[in-house]
């Protein structure tokens, strides 16, 4: 192809470039019906996000043994995640549903803060459950605009 023909001067260049991007959003619309998430996917991220912030109260015998429960729970919804999409996890689905991810990550930095501060039994048992909470709506939030943004083409920055 000449420079021209990629400049939209060729008689076919534009019809080519249509179908192109025809082609790319059927396959965004794809991929978006794949992205259904399982109904017990952000329950359980929940309950492994509120045992890693109430396991920093812990005595230290038992905060090791969590934070191994943590890591192999997360595994296990990763792989079963991956297993049913086919899909894994990608910093791309992030910058889809920005805006969701960043607000359960403030919550997830400012339960950290309170638990560090506050050695109640009660506010960090509070405080996990508003951590198992959030991650439930929020993240149904973020995967309902990511399934939305692909299927509809809207970009992000």
Known sequence: MTTHALGGRHPGARRWARASL????????DLADRLVTPWWYHPGLGLVEALLISSMAFPKSLSAPAMVVDLVGLGLLVSAYKRLTGLGMSNQYFALAREWSVALLVVIL???????????????????GVVFVSTVVLG????????YRLRHGTRTR
Request: aromatic share 0%.
């Open 110 to 128: 400012l339960a950290i803060v309170v638990v560090l501060r506050v050695d109640q039994a009660l506010v960090i048992a509070v405080t996990a």
């Open 22 to 29: 025809d082609d790319v959003r059927r396959m965004e619309a």
């Open 140 to 147: 149904r939030r973020a995967d309902s605009a990511m399934r």
